[in-house]
């Protein structure tokens, strides 16, 4: 039973897994990498590095991003300082699947409409935060 409800898990993220190894190319053509680490795929380095310090919303860029059981990350360091982080990510997608993105967004706007940091202020990443600093 422990074995179906993990399947239902990956199954229920994996539109937006297939969103984070779109990223895949992009870490390999230009010199990063991907690692399997419990069951989480982690691409690093290359195009996405790139991406995460130029594209983020986040002032200074972000250290890495979860898209479902894909971590994208700057580094294989920045990877590893953030994934208790991130891992509270993979277990949002896992209870929020496809709808993850748009409620992501929603929240972050929610937080920008009352006058709060999109990002710093969102229910999710408030989550993650608290989470990781407990497992640390």
């Known amino acids: 039973m422990l ?7 990956y199954a229920w993220a994996s539109p937006n897994t297939l969103l984070g ?15 399997l680490v419990s069951g989480v795929i982690e691409i690093h380095g290359g195009l996405v590095a ?7 919303p986040i002032d200074g860029g972000a250290m890495a991003l979860t898209l479902g059981h894909v971590v994208l990350g700057r580094s294989t360091a920045a990877l590893d300082v953030s994934r ?12 929020w699947g496809p709808f993850f993105l748009p409620a992501y967004a929603a929240a972050g ?27 640390r």
């Open 3 to 9: 074995r179906l409800q993990s399947l239902a898990k």
């Open 21 to 35: 190894l779109l990223f895949w190319p992009a870490a390999r053509c230009f010199g990063g990498g991907a690692k």
């Open 50 to 56: 790139w991406l995460l310090e130029h594209v983020s």
């Open 84 to 95: 208790d982080h991130e891992r509270v990510h993979v277990r949002q997608y896992e209870r």
């Open 109 to 135: 706007l929610w937080a920008a409409l009352r006058g709060r940091n999109f990002y710093r202020d969102n229910r999710f990443e408030v989550e993650a935060y608290e989470k990781a600093r407990i497992h």
